[in-house]
T-cell receptor
Framework: AQSVSQHNHHVILSEAASLELGCNYS??????LFWYVQYPGQHLQLLLK??????LVKGIKGFEAEFIKSKFSFNLRKPSVQWSDTAEYFC?????????FGDGTTLTVKP | DAGVTQSPTHLIKTRGQQVTLRCSPI?????VSWYQQVLGQGPQFIFQ???????GRGNFPDRFSARQFPNYSSELNVNALLLGDSALYLC??????????FGSGTRLTVV
């Protein structure tokens, strides 16, 4: 069974700090990869997605993620976080119609 | 544009009862997925439907069933409710294999 592991449960950063959230998945075949964000009081929103091609994908609000196939990883990055990035972030993997989410990383950005 | 709409928003049921949750996808989206989310965890995949056919099923008991209608709306049914079924149930839609757009969910409480 495929699984998704997000290494950090809670990350606290100051504004302008750089962000990297780890995501590893277990499935060895072809997968589609996603990062979702859930702002306080809002529903899940798609940040970015990877299907194939350039392993560095850019999403909304200055986020990007790099797919490293050899490491089964899809880490999320942002060069300079803002207070408004405070949210919960979920990594997800989809294969053959089945989606698996990680347990999420809560990001708190201090102003 | 209307997003993914789910009804009801909140529901309280007694153990052993049956419940039906409803979802209307974004116009033009033919794929609908259902997830269960409990506090502190990521969404757990229940079902995916595409063009009214089941395309994926998660590790949930047969008490859980779903269907998709010709207008692409969907229902999730849960029979013989258990206390452990208390959770937020999320519906998400997409045009195909792309990233999903989530609804705000139905909060089910089983007492």
């Amino acid at each position: 069974a495929q699984s998704v592991s997000q290494h950090n449960h809670h990350v606290i950063l100051s504004e302008a700090a750089s962000l990297e959230l780890g995501c590893n998945y277990s499935y060895g075949g072809t997968v589609n990869l996603f990062w979702y964000v859930q702002y306080p009081g809002q529903h899940l929103q798609l940040l970015l997605k990877y299907f194939s091609g350039d392993p560095l994908v850019k999403g909304i609000k200055g986020f990007e993620a790099e797919f490293i196939k050899s490491k089964f990883s899809f880490n999320l990055r942002k060069p300079s976080v803002q207070w408004s990035d405070t949210a919960e972030y979920f990594c997800a993997v989809t294969n053959a119609g089945k989606s698996t989410f990680g347990d999420g990383t809560t990001l708190t950005v201090k102003p | 544009d209307a997003g993914v709409t789910q009804s009801p928003t909140h529901l309280i049921k007694t153990r052993g009862q049956q419940v039906t949750l409803r979802c209307s996808p974004i116009s033009g989206h033919k794929s609908v997925s259902w997830y269960q989310q409990v506090l502190g965890q990521g969404p757990q995949f229940i079902f995916q439907y595409y063009e009214k056919e089941e395309r994926g099923r998660g590790n949930f008991p047969d008490r859980f069933s779903a269907r998709q209608f010709p207008n692409y709306s969907s229902e999730l049914n849960v029979n013989a409710l258990l206390l452990g079924d208390s959770a937020l149930y999320l519906c998400a839609s997409s045009q195909g294999q792309g990233g999903y757009t989530f609804g705000s969910g139905t909060r089910l409480t089983v007492v």
